[in-house]
């Protein structure tokens, strides 16, 4: 492609496919960029490789059977996504679900974002060289797999709350084994930041690497760990606090230049924040029921249903007809790993979701990619590509 | 970036409880209601959604993201309702939502609200106000048809460019299935980016067309997937 320059200069731009199908991509993204040397002179992204209809396939099921679908939106982390939308139609019902049910779900929804954090940050630094740190990072993850496996039965798509509780209590050992993994992570944390914070080749490779100013993030509707890593200290856990964060004594993670180093570091540095608030979940659990007791959102029970008419037909319509969820339009929202989860829900009173509208915090994040990279060399596109963390699932739906 | 403003969204938010919830929601509904013929939308029993008339909305949007009192500077979402056959539902078939919430302060939420009549669904772009609007509504436009008058790239975002219709329409069959062949070549929209970045484009490459032999194959294999597809739906 010929052009002139902005200084006047005729020059020759290689137009270069990056992805879709590329290691480096992690999963299908396609940037389309326009090469002066290594320099990128300018960065058309294509998304939709993974779309799957998510928004028109909810609308086919009732409010139950949404919450498969709602796994395969952050595949890296599905239990935060399940929260997200389950915690949304209670707010809707206005109900409250137990103490136990309650920190459970803060104790699940920081170990899906360890491992969510884990895989960006051991990715970021496997995208650079710096393979060992994958290792060190995710044997412990493999570990918290194997919890989530013996919890729900799935190691990725776990589907493991319902609307208005959980699937079911967890097994004998859990505790123990939460606290064990616990050590392991932080162990695994360390090894880490031993490899990367005071390294030379990674500093010099992250520092200014494709830097964000927090207007800019604002204006692109950046969340979570990105927009914090350029000074802006929001995060839903403090600003509108869930499930008692409130309650949790915890920081959140801040960093200054919004380069991919701050944005590697504060997920680094989250995970700390993490491994202390399951630690204090872990404190807090006490043996108690699961669920509402709600009969509009939870099935009675089989020594009901079995022996008591209206308990068979409240299961029977509960199950067949759906979760009839009241008749309105409401947005709610959770801090998932990669920023605010939102679910804009569209109800006309019957079983059937009209309208799921996912917010999905990766969307905005890649939307800046290409401003993001134009000026900057390939190399340095692909680790700030790992470092903003796009899941093509929820960015595709 | 200004130094106060850094210094601003720096700082910690105080968490939102009901009353500072409530007293955002009435300020914003009492001049949104007064300077913009802004409405009270029943639907959202939750929250606050105001619906606007769709001249209105640029002006509403520009005040509530610049305006001290309310500094909504986050665009979270846009999207589109389809209400077709929805129960009880009288007015225009579609409503375009704007989800905003500010950053300096932790209370402040609310939805804008903009019916759109089926005949020439259309409503203003935002793409200047908010950069990440420019995606969002682009991928509106893509699941409902709705055009956004002024927006500078309105093309597909989620669905293949050859695809017909708007998937999130209510009548769309959520089962059709539709053979898609060829790949995006972004060229146009490459010429258009180096212009805005300051180049002068002289030479640009035409779209890169399959071989003939590409050709041939294309067409022998999609008239034979192309009966299977359509039998499928």
């Known amino acids: 492609m010929k052009v002139l320059t902005p200084q006047g200069e005729k020059i020759d731009l290689l137009t270069v496919n990056i992805g879709p199908s590329h290691p480096a991509t992690h999963g299908a993204l396609r940037a389309f960029v326009a090469l002066d040397g290594e320099t990128i002179a300018g960065t058309v992204t294509e998304i939709g490789y993974l779309h799957r209809g998510f928004e028109k396939m909810v609308e086919q099921g009732t409010w139950q059977q949404v919450l498969p679908y709602t796994d395969r939106l952050n595949y890296c982390s599905a239990i935060l996504n399940n929260i997200g939308f389950c915690h949304t139609i209670e707010r809707m019902f206005e109900v409250e679900i137990p103490e136990r049910a309650k920190v459970l779900r803060v104790l699940l929804s920081e170990l899906s974002r360890i491992i969510d954090h884990v895989v960006c940050v051991a990715a970021a630094a496997a995208d650079l060289g710096a393979l060992t740190n994958y290792f060190y990072l995710f044997n412990p993850r493999e570990k918290v797999y194997g919890i989530w496996e013996k919890l729900s039965g799935a190691r990725l798509t776990n589907t493991f709350t319902r609307i208005g509780g959980l699937y079911r209590d967890t097994y004998d050992g859990f505790e123990s084994e939460v606290a064990s993994v616990l050590v392991e992570v932080e162990k695994g944390l360390d090894d880490a930041f031993r490899l990367l914070q005071h390294n030379r080749i990674f500093i010099e490779r992250t520092r200014g690497c494709c830097p964000i100013s927090a207007e800019d993030a604002v204006s692109w509707g950046w969340t979570g760990p990105c927009l914090r890593a350029t000074g802006v200290d929001r995060d839903l856990r403090k600003d509108e606090p869930y499930l008692d964060y409130e309650t949790y004594d915890f920081q959140t993670v801040v960093g200054s230049t919004g380069d991919t180093f701050d944005r590697v570091m504060v997920r680094m540095y989250e995970i700390k924040e993490s491994i202390s608030i399951c630690r204090q979940a872990l404190a807090r659990l006490r043996p108690g029921p699961i669920n509402t007791t709600d009969p509009r959102l939870i099935l009675p029970g089989h020594g009901k249903a079995y022996h008591d008419m209206e308990a068979l037909i409240n299961h029977f319509k509960v199950v067949f007809e759906g979760v009839c969820v009241p008749a309105g339009e409401f947005y709610g929202s959770i801090e998932a790993a990669n920023g605010e989860l939102g679910f804009f829900v569209v109800s006309d009173g019957s079983g059937k979701p009209w309208k799921i509208k996912v917010r999905p915090p990766c969307f905005t994040q890649f939307a800046a990619y290409a401003d993001l990279v134009e000026g900057s060399m390939v190399a340095d596109a692909i680790a700030c590509l790992s470092s903003i963390n796009i899941i093509a699932g929820e960015l595709d739906r | ?233």
């Open chain 2, 1 to 233: 970036m200004s130094q106060t403003a850094t210094t601003d969204l720096g700082r910690e938010l105080v968490p939102a409880n009901a009353q500072s919830r409530k007293a955002f929601q009435d300020q914003a509904f009492q001049i949104l209601s007064s300077r913009f013929e802004g409405i009270l939308d029943p639907a959202d029993r939750w929250g606050l959604t105001v619906i606007l008339p769709a001249p209105k909305l640029r002006e509403a949007v520009r005040f509530l993201r610049d305006d001290s009192e309310f500094q909504m500077d986050l665009l979270l979402d846009v999207t589109a309702i389809d209400y077709l056959e929805y129960p009880g539902h009288e007015e225009a078939r579609y409503a375009v939502v704007y989800n905003l919430r500010s950053q300096r302060n932790a209370a402040r939420r609310l939805r804008l609200k903009v019916r759109v009549e089926e005949e020439s669904p259309s409503v203003p772009s935002i793409h200047d106000l908010f950069k990440i609007a420019n995606w969002q509504e682009r991928e509106t436009w893509d699941q409902y048809g709705i055009v956004f008058a002024g927006h500078p790239d309105l093309r597909r975002l989620l669905n293949h460019i050859e695809f017909q219709g708007h998937p999130l329409r209510k009548d769309y069959p959520a089962r059709k299935r539709q053979w898609l062949s060829t790949n995006d070549p972004l060229v146009d929209p490459m010429v258009a980016r180096l212009k805005s970045n300051g180049f002068t484009v002289l030479e640009a490459p035409t779209a890169n067309a399959p071989s003939v032999e590409e050709t041939d194959l294309l067409g022998k294999v999609s008239r034979e997937q192309r009966n299977n597809v359509e039998k499928q739906s």
